[in-house]
C-alpha cells in the first residue's frame, strides 16, 4: 500500500481500505463506516482506532468519532470518544498530525473537552509520540502512563 504523504507512525502496521476520489485519497472508516478523506491526521486517527481496538481490546462499537459536544455553549468535535459498556464515557482522544509537534495546547483542547465529559483518561497523539494521562477526580490527581491500558 502507497500512503504516499503519510509517514510511518509508531505504532503497528495495519492494512486499510484506502481509495482515490475527485478531492484526493480515502480511507475507510470503520467507526463510521465509511470512507473519509485521507488527511494526515485522519491517517493518525485510523491506525489509533486500529490500535485500540486490536492491540488494547477497544470493541468498535463503544467508540465514536466527531461527535458535536457543547462546551461553554460552543460547539466543540471530539476527535475519538470511547465508552465503557455501561455508556459512560472512558476515554478521550486528540490526534495532531505528524508533522505537529505535541505540545500543551493540545492537551489544554482536550481539558477543556474533558470538563464536560469527565473522562478518565485524555490521549494526545501525532502518530509519532503519544500521551496518555489518568484522571482521578475525586483526589483531583493526574498521572501520565507509560502505555494506553486495555480495555
Wanted: glycine residues 4%.
Amino acid at each position: 500500500m502507497d500512503e504516499g504523504m503519510f509517514v510511518e507512525l509508531n505504532l503497528p502496521r495495519y492494512e486499510f481500505k484506502i481509495r482515490e476520489f475527485r478531492e484526493g485519497k480515502q480511507i475507510y472508516d470503520v467507526v463510521r463506516k465509511k470512507f473519509v478523506l485521507l488527511t494526515p491526521e485522519e491517517w493518525v486517527r485510523q491506525n489509533l482506532i486500529a490500535y485500540l481496538s486490536a492491540e488494547k481490546h477497544y470493541p468498535v462499537p463503544l467508540m465514536a468519532v466527531e461527535k458535536k459536544l457543547m462546551v461553554n455553549n460552543m460547539p466543540r468535535r471530539f476527535d475519538l470518544l470511547i465508552y465503557d459498556r455501561k455508556g459512560n464515557p472512558l476515554l478521550v482522544a486528540e490526534f495532531k498530525s505528524p508533522s505537529v509537534k505535541i505540545v500543551q495546547d493540545a492537551f489544554t483542547q482536550v481539558v477543556r473537552y474533558n470538563s464536560k465529559l469527565r473522562v478518565p483518561l485524555i490521549l494526545v497523539s501525532n502518530g509519532l509520540t503519544h500521551f496518555i494521562c489518568k484522571i482521578d477526580y475525586h483526589s483531583g490527581s493526574v498521572v501520565y502512563l507509560d502505555q494506553i491500558p486495555d480495555f
